[in-house]
């Protein structure tokens, strides 16, 4: 961790396949995200062909939550796993959605009220590796194609395993790396129009050009799994998601 401003600053990440300073890179995520909040979902759908909302059922399924539990929705953007485990939890639980962006969470916000989900649960907008939560809080934590876009991915995690519950579980979905040579190169040709159609639906390619960078640069299953052992997680495993194109991560606090 930076001990003074001036070490942070001269200190660098990536933000895509540029390399910036530490306190550059949240403005930068910043920017991307209440760029694409108004189309986020529609976008999703259409670069997925709809697989994202399926990938975070499979992901529910695993997490073991049920009525009267805490669930921490971090980087949740509109809310997609806050409005499957709000009927879970039921009127006895809570969940919290957080996210660092704004109008991300408006856009949840809006979206959650106009579902009638409301009466469980908080929005938080938080730094997720700096959380307003006590330790031992949650008994889960979700993040859900979002962890790519932190800052201090090791920060994060530690963050996540403080505020768990002793067996409380983490699940993160990600995009990760395809584990056929055929479908990496299919995926990549598929990938690449994703600007474009960014720029068709949502007037913006810039944001899905980081998006494919970000795919690209963020550790594959094996790095990532290592990363979560090292936070202190066990029975960590991944589960691979169209031949690894995205992987559901598991661990237990």
Partial sequence: MPTDKSDFDEKTTHFGYQEVPLSEKVKKVAGVFSSVAPKYDLMNDVISLGTHRVFKRMAMALSGVRAGHKVLDLAGGTGDFTKLFSPIVGSTGRIYLSDINYAMLEAGRERLIDDGIVGNVDIVQANGEFLPFPEDYFDCLTIG????????????????????????????????????????????????AWPTIGKVLANDSDSYNYLNESIRMHPDQDEFKAMIEEADFTEVKYHNLLGGISAIHVGVA
């Fill in 145 to 192: 194609y979002g962890i790519r876009n932190f800052t201090n991915k090791p920060d994060a995690l530690k963050e996540a395993k403080r505020v768990l519950k002793p067996g409380g579980r983490l699940l993160i979905l990600e995009f990760s790396k395809p584990k056929s040579g055929l479908l990496s190169k299919a995926y990549d040709i598929y990938s690449s």
